[in-house]
């Protein structure tokens, strides 16, 4: 798709006049990196690692749930929707028949309903998977999603938002500015405390030229959004997670809560569940890669029997000055320590099995959800 066929986002003008350089990604133009003194990917890396960045996460589809819907979201998802606490937040995912995941996403319990962000790029194929189901989520896509990540992100907001810093990781509130409602989360894509912050898509332009007047802010685009979840072990929809995927492969277990792992009754929970019991045929893995030279998605993972796997992500780590990668291996070289090859074109580059995440996260926790 060419960026002149793209949907415009509710920033789009914003990111412009910042000299983003835009791309086509999920049906939208979206701003990949920005240009200027502090742009690039790595300086934008690096500064949402040290300060606070802002992204523009609006591709991604907002649904609201009828608050009784947790019993027939349930039998779609694998998470415990009815246990969840008010204002508090899960992540799930939606699954196949043999437990593979259609798309991972975020569920808040609010006061009178269910909040759903998923994936920008499957939001329609879910949508499509909800009402088959009989659901009937409301589209919320005259929302715009924003997220400011990073140490300083607390600090920023608390200024313009007050009692924002109240939060707590994977809790949520109803918030005000200047007359504006808005839904705020401590949550986020990048391993770094934050806040993802859902608003009118008419007050998204002014609240974040406001933000951006912060000085601990500045934006960021996908770019560095991509290298900074990397470096925090975070899966990619449609890259590390896909339909032929299952949590359990997905090293996403805890995303099958306990009373479901009891009562079964999600799709695919008996493949799910004897994965859980007895261990999967194939898991995904972090890689550390030995020289300068990134392994990319698709590449080879090879040991001395042949190929044991593939490159789910890689790239450059900007924080820890080396190439990581994320690759689906045989369950037989999972173990940490496990030396491995990666084929890149014809060169095989040395790699071993490392934990995840590969930069440590920084979450502000409070009580369990």
Request: proline share 6%.
């Given at each position: 798709?060419?960026?002149?066929d793209?949907?415009?986002?509710?920033?789009d003008?914003?990111?412009?006049?910042?000299?983003?350089?835009?791309?086509?990604?999920?049906?939208?133009?979206?701003p990949?990196?920005?240009?200027?003194?502090?742009?690039?990917?790595?300086?934008?890396?690096?500064?949402?690692?040290?300060?606070?960045?802002?992204?523009?996460?609006?591709?991604?589809?907002?649904?609201?749930?009828?608050s009784?819907?947790?019993?027939?979201?349930?039998?779609?998802?694998?998470?415990?929707?009815?246990?969840?606490?008010?204002?508090?937040?899960?992540?799930?995912?939606?699954?196949n028949?043999?437990?593979?995941?259609?798309?991972?996403?975020?569920?808040?319990?609010?006061?009178?309903?269910l909040?759903?962000?998923?994936?920008?790029?499957?939001?329609?194929?879910?949508?499509a998977?909800f009402?088959?189901?009989?659901?009937?989520?409301r589209?919320?896509?005259?929302?715009?999603?924003?997220?400011?990540?990073?140490?300083?992100?607390?600090?920023?907001?608390?200024r313009?938002?007050?009692?924002?810093?109240?939060?707590?990781?994977?809790?949520?509130?109803?918030?005000?500015?200047?007359?504006?409602?808005?839904?705020?989360?401590?949550?986020?894509?990048?391993?770094?405390?934050?806040?993802?912050?859902?608003?009118?898509?008419?007050?998204?332009?002014?609240?974040?030229?406001?933000?951006?007047?912060?000085?601990?802010?500045?934006?960021?685009?996908?770019?560095?959004?991509?290298?900074?979840?990397?470096?925090?072990?975070?899966?990619?929809?449609?890259?590390?997670?896909?339909?032929?995927?299952?949590?359990?492969?997905?090293?996403?277990?805890?995303?099958?809560?306990?009373?479901?792992?009891?009562?079964?009754?999600?799709?695919?929970?008996?493949?799910?569940?004897?994965?859980?019991a007895?261990?999967?045929?194939?898991?995904?893995?972090?890689?550390?890669?030995?020289?300068?030279?990134?392994?990319?998605?698709?590449?080879?993972?090879?040991?001395a029997?042949?190929?044991?796997?593939?490159?789910?992500?890689?790239?450059?780590g900007?924080?820890?000055?080396?190439?990581?990668?994320?690759?689906?291996?045989?369950a037989?070289?999972?173990a940490?320590?496990?030396r491995l090859?990666?084929?890149?074109?014809?060169?095989?580059?040395?790699?071993?099995?490392?934990?995840?995440?590969?930069?440590?996260?920084?979450?502000?926790?409070g009580?369990?959800?």
């Open positions: 798709m060419a960026d002149a793209s949907l415009k986002l509710p920033l003008a914003l990111h412009r006049d910042l000299g983003a350089r835009m791309v086509p990604f999920a049906g939208y133009s979206m990949i990196q920005y240009s200027g003194a502090f742009g690039g990917i790595i300086a934008e890396h690096n500064w949402t690692r040290t300060s606070a960045g802002l992204f523009d996460v609006s591709h991604m589809g907002q649904l609201e749930f009828a009784y819907d947790d019993t027939a979201l349930e039998k779609l998802l694998p998470g415990d929707l009815k246990g969840l606490a008010h204002n508090a937040l899960r992540y799930s995912m939606l699954l028949e043999r437990g593979g995941i259609l798309d991972d996403l975020m569920v808040t319990r609010r006061p009178g309903d909040y759903m962000v998923v994936n920008g790029a499957t939001k329609h194929d879910d949508l998977v009402r088959a189901a009989g659901l009937a989520p589209y919320r896509d005259d929302l715009a999603l924003l997220a400011l990540q990073g140490p300083q992100a607390v600090t920023a907001l608390e313009l938002v007050p009692g924002v810093s109240a939060l707590t990781f994977m809790r949520a509130g109803a918030f005000d500015w200047l007359g504006v409602d808005l839904w705020i989360s401590r949550s986020g894509y990048t391993g770094e405390d934050g806040f993802e912050i859902s608003l009118p898509a008419s007050a998204a332009e002014p609240f974040a030229r406001a933000l951006l007047l912060e000085p601990e802010v500045r934006p960021i685009g996908l770019g560095a959004r991509d290298s900074l979840r990397l470096e925090a072990g975070l899966p990619l929809y449609g890259h590390d997670l896909t339909p032929a995927i299952t949590p359990v492969e997905a090293g996403l277990s805890f995303a099958v809560s306990k009373r479901r792992r009891s009562e079964g009754g999600f799709p695919g929970s008996d493949i799910i569940l004897d994965q859980l007895n261990g999967p045929a194939k898991r995904r893995v972090g890689l550390k890669v030995e020289g300068r030279l990134p392994a990319r998605e698709g590449a080879h993972v090879v040991a029997e042949g190929q044991v796997g593939t490159v789910t992500s890689g790239g450059f900007p924080a820890l000055g080396s190439p990581i990668a994320m690759a689906m291996v045989d037989a070289y999972a940490e320590g496990t090859g990666l084929d890149v074109r014809g060169r095989i580059l040395d790699a071993a099995v490392v934990p995840m995440p590969f930069f440590p996260k920084s979450y502000v926790r009580a369990a959800t």
